[in-house]
């Protein structure tokens, strides 16, 4: 199995999509995705035939009994799943380390030959392992081509 560790600010929610929520006056919880990092993130998807697992902070709002948070993270699952690159799960979340052990210890319990983790922040200190596939997203424009290559090269090597 092939995996894209997700993270979602900074790499679909994006300066441009907040001005589009902005302009078209989404409320917080029904959020415009950056259209470019989508499309951006459905062809890596479709030409490295790797499955999405969220490592987004967002994660947190799984196990949350706050029903606006859920509501957040519902829509974006269906976002997702519209644009072809569905949530087959998500990487744990400790209480403490970081990022990049949560991501280690989901490796750890799946089988999976290879991954790149999409992420606006160096969070991987704790996992040199993880880090070494860690592909940096500039937060002031999300994923692009350049980024969508690179995942790409460590997802078909």
């Known amino acids: 199995m ?3 560790f997700l993270d979602v600010d900074g790499v679909v929610c994006t300066p441009l999509s ?3 929520s902005r302009i078209l006056r989404r409320p917080v919880e029904r959020q415009c995705l950056d259209p470019a990092a989508l499309f951006w993130l459905r ?3 479709r030409r490295s035939g790797a499955r999405i697992v969220l490592s987004s902070s967002w994660r947190e ?7 606006y ?12 799943a519209r644009n072809g690159t569905p949530v087959f799960d998500a990487a744990p979340v400790f209480d403490y380390g970081g990022k990049g052990g949560e991501i ?4 750890e319990a799946h089988s999976c030959e290879r991954y790149a983790v999409l992420d606006d922040h160096d969070c991987f200190a704790d996992a040199p392992e ?11 424009r999300g994923l692009r081509c350049r980024e969508a290559r690179a995942a790409l090269k460590m997802l078909t090597k």
């Open 69 to 80: 948070c859920r509501s957040i993270l519902d829509y974006l699952y269906v976002c997702l």
């Open 61 to 67: 709002a799984l196990t949350a009994d706050d029903p």
């Open 2 to 4: 092939r995996v894209v």
């Open 43 to 45: 062809r890596l998807v």
């Open 18 to 20: 907040l001005r589009l």
């Open 130 to 140: 993880v880090r070494a596939h860690w592909v940096l997203i500039p937060d002031s």
């Open 104 to 107: 280690a210890a989901w490796l």
